[in-house]
């Protein structure tokens, strides 16, 4: 009997001691991983880390992915001395506003910044204060002066998830170093971050829980967090990662710049915190990581800048750029940088969206976002709409204060990703470029919610064969009415309105251009039409040309009037600016107009307009024919019939947006899309013959079907 319970008690201590050495193991290489990850790769030199040095974001963003990649700056000797000269007796420093009440860009978060970033120095063997005396009083100061007067910010986020996060790196790269009080004060500061919320917010959240668990020794608070992180890594909810390759948050709302930016760089670090452990990021749950950047970011990215419509509502000086460079570092650490699916993945995101010829040359609608991007090999073009299924964008904490027309079909053409960069404090922001809305002296309208009061169409929605398309929009907001329609060619993009209705006694106008001035345009007037060529882009308007304006004028703003984190200071500039005005009260008003996204001043001149012949631009239907191509594209609002050609009549049976024309067999081939997301079947006759097919059903409404008729 004592025998027994000897080998019994043998057993449960040798298992208990496997399990320790175990737990202890997994702890232990997290340790490493973190001083891997944000100690020892300081030194490394890469491409990425070159061009950051170029274009440092600085300590005056609130962005947390943007504050991230300020801390991959590499260590400056004149700042370490500036921080440890300006602390003060008590901790502090007096350069901080420790009283300071903004929700965006709240001032005390440097001082956690600074630990961060002293802690870092310290603990690298190859930096001048690594394990100096000098430094570690300063950090201990620091400390305490953070763990007695406890700041809080009026906006929970800094609470909960920006000072633990930035500190909570800080405490376990230093945690040799803490006494046992400011151990435990460390813990205090982790609690702060509990597990809840959705998206991002809560893979934030279960990422500080993690840290305070690796503080505690506690692996299994530690593996409650990875689960809890994991549980995240999913494409087709509400929130998160969208089926379409769009990330959302706040409801159906795209947050490629925010949030989903987070998302991806939040994952990307964790995967290499993990790696190495029995809790490392299996190799399917990387590839959905990985496919949000082939199938979303990829695309949003030309010439190293970000595009405008991916932003949101984070509309910071430089945030083009600085993201864009966030996404790039997050891509090529996926999976620890050893991962080689990721590596693919990410080899082909830099090739892309960072050199100077893109080798994407695509077109794609993004059917659960109101999205639309179109590459070519010199030029890229995004489109950003929303509808009664999607909101457009939001305004919070004093961002994005001026955004109120983002999403009502702001186009936006990129050559070499420099037309609209930093250009936010100076623009008219009721001129954005495709905009259609009012014209009025009065401040824009505030977002009161998300993108409330926002667009109630319905009939919102694109189409793509691959590499062309075409996107439409119903716009329905404040009163004023039209129906929007673009369609994206190799040579041109192609704009049409029509339905142009407002009781308004304001002017309503529609933008074709809003961008930085470079140059004089050049105006080139024929019998027919408008040209006009400005900075190697041209624009040619039918039927316009008593209602068209282009201007050339200095403008000035203040970074404050959009993101109110800012100081109030004015800056100035030159616009240039191309609109037309539909008068007051216009009734069933139209436009027609292309922009040649790259075109010489001899490519204006012989552009030729019945190329892209318009059958049709008004409320029933908006339909061209691309003679080049021998195509019909079409936004069908109502059942119509159309004689294209002497060869080609159509009768659309069903309301939604088309695309007619032969096939390799001769049959004649039809692409088609239902914008309104809520039709079962297609019907439509092509010279006599029949077609129905079933639309695509729950979260594939909205995708582009093809099928033939012969």
Known sequence: MKYTRLVFSFCVCLAFSQAFGKAEGDLSVIRQNFNRIYVQSEGEESPLKELLLQNQPGFSVSDR?????????????????????????????????????????????????????????????????????????????????????????????????????????????????????????????????????????????????????????????????????????????????????????????????????????TMSLLSGLFSDTSMAFTPSQLEVIAGLLEEGYQWVIWHGKMDIAALGRQLFASAPLHKALSLAFAATELGGGRDAHCNQVAARLLKNCFSPRNELICHKHFWQSDYTLSRRAGWMASLKMASDRVMGVETMNGDNMKGYYMADGALYIYKDATEYYDIFPLWDWRKLPGVTCYDDVRPVPLLKHSYYPGNRGRFVGGLSDGKNGISAMELDRDGLKAQKFWLFADEAVLCLGAGISSDSALHVTTAVEQCWSREEPLRISTADDTRIWHHGRGYVLWNNSDSCFARTVASSGSWHDVMQM??????????????????????????????????????????????????????????????DRSVCWAAVWEPFTLRVTPELEVDFHTPGLYRIGRGAGGCWEVYFSDPMQCQDEVQIMVNGRRGTHALPQGKNRGITLRFEID
């Open 65 to 265: 992915v943007v504050m991230e990649l300020q801390q991959r700056v590499p260590y400056e000797a004149a700042r370490m001395r500036h921080y440890l000269k300006a602390l003060q007796a008590d901790g502090s420093w007096s350069d901080i506003n420790y009283q300071d009440t903004n929700r965006s860009g709240w001032d005390p978060r440097l001082h956690a910044e600074r630990i961060l970033e002293m802690v870092k120095h310290f603990s690298n063997p190859e930096n001048e204060y690594y394990h100096s005396k000098k430094v570690e009083k300063a950090i201990h100061l620091a400390l305490r002066y953070w763990f007695v007067q406890k700041p809080v910010c009026l906006n929970w986020y800094y609470n909960q998830i920006g000072i633990p996060r930035t500190l909570g790196t800080a405490f376990i790269l230093f945690e040799p170093f803490l006494t046992d009080a400011e151990k435990q004060d460390a813990i205090t500061v982790m609690k702060q971050a509990r597990f809840g919320m959705t998206g991002q917010n809560k893979v934030w959240l279960a990422g500080n829980v993690m840290m305070r668990g690796v503080l505690e020794n506690d692996l299994d608070l530690v593996k409650q967090a990875r689960d809890t992180i994991v549980s995240e890594i999913v494409r087709g909810g509400k929130e998160g990662i969208k089926d379409d390759g769009c990330f959302h948050q706040h409801g159906p709302q795209p947050q490629f710049g925010n949030y989903g930016l987070a998302y991806v760089y």
């Open 566 to 627: 800012y100081k109030n200071d004015t800056i100035s500039g030159r616009l240039f600016t191309l609109y037309l005005d539909h008068g007051v009260r216009p009734k069933e008003s139209s436009y027609c107009y292309a922009v040649l996204p790259e075109a010489t001043e001899a490519d204006v001149r012989n552009f030729r307009t019945d190329n892209f012949r318009v059958m049709c631009n008004d409320s029933r239907l908006q339909a061209v024919w691309q003679v």
